[in-house]
């Protein structure tokens, strides 16, 4: 199996397809039709044959695959975990529990809730808050990522991923209540003019 070293770069055609929004890049040095990327089926199948079936798709791919987004600038490798090995595709050496698995378009890879709790731990603040920010409401509630944390005890880290997922609840509770303020109609009579 090829590795990212050695991708083939891309043409200044390509990138100024990219920058317009008409080709993604879903490896590195691999591109494609934005519209066949348009779906996490679709994005699924594009990963499906770089990652061989005893692979997940973890953090920023599982991501990715799930909601399409993915960082600026951190398009340097597929993120996947392996129980036994460190070699690309492999970018961590964990074994996934399968309860935190599931399919998707004949790739593996971590159900939304796993995959908060691992941008959380393995990906710097900044970049896990806007994925799960493109996570939350869509794909997963709070009640699920309460629920992913109660099932992963013994993992380091855990208490800082814990802290930050609190703070993203009262943040959203507090966001939710002022969009109903601003939405409720006002006691006030509306003013006439003669």
């Known amino acids: ?20 929004g008409l080709l993604v890049e879903y490896a590195p040095g691999r591109v494609t039709a934005a519209d066949l990327a348009a779906a996490p089926a679709l994005r699924g199948a594009l990963l499906a044959p770089l990652l061989p079936p005893s692979y997940t798709a973890v953090t920023l791919t599982a991501l990715w695959i799930h ?9 340097r490798q597929l993120h ?13 050496r964990r074994s996934i529990p399968p309860q935190f698995t599931i399919t998707v378009g004949g790739t593996r890879l971590t159900t939304p809730a796993r995959t908060v709790v691992d941008l959380l731990l ?5 970049v896990a808050m806007d994925g799960i920010f493109h996570l939350v409401g869509a794909h997963l509630t709070m009640s699920e990522l309460f629920d992913q944390l109660a099932r992963e005890e013994g993992r380091r880290r855990l208490g ?7 703070a993203l609840a009262e943040y959203l509770t507090w966001r939710t209540h002022e969009l109903r303020l601003s939405a409720a109609p006002s006691d006030c009579p509306p003013s006439s003019t003669p």
Do not use: C
């Open 1 to 20: 199996m090829t590795t990212w070293h050695n991708a083939p770069p891309l043409t200044n055609v390509q990138r100024a397809q990219l920058r317009e």
């Open 67 to 75: 909601t399409g987004w993915w960082p600026e600038g951190k398009m």
């Open 80 to 92: 996947a975990a392996h129980p036994a090995r460190t070699k690309p595709p492999a970018t961590y």
């Open 122 to 126: 393995m990906e710097t603040s900044d």
């Open 160 to 166: 800082f991923a814990r802290s930050m997922i609190e």
